[in-house]
């Protein structure tokens, strides 16, 4: 008989088995009936084993209990086949390993994407009647500790054409109380154009002294070159910036200075002196200039001296104001995505989506390794995918300064 009649043949003793199987059932059970081909294909592997292994002095030695999660409130019991000195060890095992697995994997996904440890709790319970603790989620977690530890010490490019840089707050406990601290978020553009996430710490302020030691980090961790640095207005982030990175540029977020001089405006005032203030920082075509942007600023000056003086007397100082027109002397392309730090923001986005779900957190450890996490998934659905195609342009326009 050829290969493919016994195949048949076979099939056909298959089916019939199953036919036979299925119609003994007093009750139409698809849990009872899935169980006993489980155990009886076990079995078989049994019996072939004990076959395969004659003269082992081994032999059949019963059968243990084992439950098998599923889609259900309530799991399976299956009888697990074994040999007298323990050595068999039927395939089903591994594909309950497997499915143990995936329960797990799944617990760490809904924990990633912000529900609580109590609601990845419930969830697994509801879904494959498994019990699964709030402490399990959390060492769970915990898994990507290790990952974030060698990933801190990885080396980085030695060339990036734009740093980002930004914190945001969350609650955290040191020793026993809460406070909030300020999560450091570094983010590269690379020469290929795609971003990367540089570096990620926690610190209970934000400064710049903090933040020339996270640019000394990456130094050490091989960065050699930053044509541009964009930040947030932290006083005298700037020297830090040139100490580390004499070479790069410095912008500051014009976003952040425009909120922080809207908050001192009056409210019948805001609309006028918003408008005004942007028209200041409208420099996104080939003509604008540094030099036509002071001129807006006199325009400001005249405009609102008389009700905010203390704004206008920053905005008119030069040293001041000097790190807000960085952006203008680079391509036009670019200016709009190195004007601010809100490229950063859709990924701040991100982080307190999940992290609020959370509340506070224990250990600080637990706060970085979760949005570590987070960070990543961000990276490779967005930035590995989607490289910024504008910055094939990013270049210095001397002649602009």
Do not use: G
């Given at each position: 008989?050829?290969?493919?009649?016994?195949?048949?043949?076979?099939?056909?003793?298959i089916y019939a088995g199953l036919k036979n199987l299925y119609k003994s059932q007093t009750e139409l059970s698809l849990d009872k009936f899935s169980v006993t081909i489980l155990e009886c294909l076990m079995l078989l592997e049994r019996e072939?084993?004990?076959?395969s292994h004659k003269g082992e002095n081994d032999a059949g030695n019963g059968t243990y209990p084992r439950s098998f999660s599923c889609l259900r409130t309530n799991s399976l019991q299956i009888n697990i086949p074994r040999s007298r000195n323990g050595k068999f060890k039927p395939l089903i095992l591994e594909l309950l390993k497997r499915q143990k697995e995936q329960v797990n994997q799944l617990a760490l996904l809904l924990y990633r994407k912000g529900l609580s440890t109590r609601d990845v709790s419930t969830i697994i319970q509801d879904f494959f009647g498994e019990s699964m603790s709030r402490s399990t989620v959390n060492?769970?977690?915990a898994s990507f500790h290790e990952i974030r530890k060698k990933w801190e010490n990885s080396t980085l490019?030695?060339?990036?054409?734009?740093?980002?840089?930004?914190a945001l707050y969350t609650s955290l406990k040191r020793g026993?109380?809460?406070s909030k601290e300020a999560v450091h978020v570094i983010y590269g553009v690379k020469e290929d154009n795609r971003r990367e996430l540089l570096l990620l710490e926690v610190n209970p302020t934000e400064g710049s002294s903090i933040w020339g030691e996270y640019l000394n980090k990456l130094r050490k961790r091989g960065v050699k070159n930053i044509?541009?640095?964009?930040a947030d207005g932290v006083p005298y982030f700037e020297d830090e910036a040139k100490k580390h990175?004499?070479?790069?540029?410095?912008?500051?977020?014009?976003?952040?200075?425009?909120?922080?001089f809207l908050i001192k405006v009056r409210p019948k005032d805001k609309k006028d002196f918003s408008s005004d203030l942007q028209e200041i920082f409208n420099n996104f075509d080939s003509a604008s200039t540094v030099k036509k942007a002071q001129e807006k600023v006199k325009i400001?000056?005249?405009?609102?001296?008389?009700f905010y003086p203390k704004m206008v007397e920053k905005l008119t100082c030069e040293d001041y104001m000097k790190h807000y027109f960085t952006y203008i002397n680079f391509h036009v392309d670019v200016r709009r995505m190195i004007y601010t730090t809100n490229s950063i923001e859709n990924l701040n986005r991100q982080i307190r989506k999940v992290i609020k779900t959370k509340v506070t957190f224990d250990k600080k450890e637990n706060l970085l390794d979760l949005v570590y996490m987070v960070i990543k998934d961000f990276e490779a659905n967005n930035w590995q995918k989607y490289p910024i195609n504008q910055f094939k342009k990013f270049k210095r326009n001397h002649q602009l300064i």
């Open positions: 008989m050829n290969k493919e009649k016994r195949m048949k043949k076979i099939e056909k003793m072939e084993y004990l076959e060492n769970l977690a490019d030695a060339k990036y054409k734009v740093i980002y840089c930004d026993t109380s809460y044509d541009l640095i964009v990175f004499p070479n790069a540029d410095f912008q500051k977020c014009v976003a952040h200075l425009m909120r922080r400001f000056e005249k405009n609102w001296k008389n």
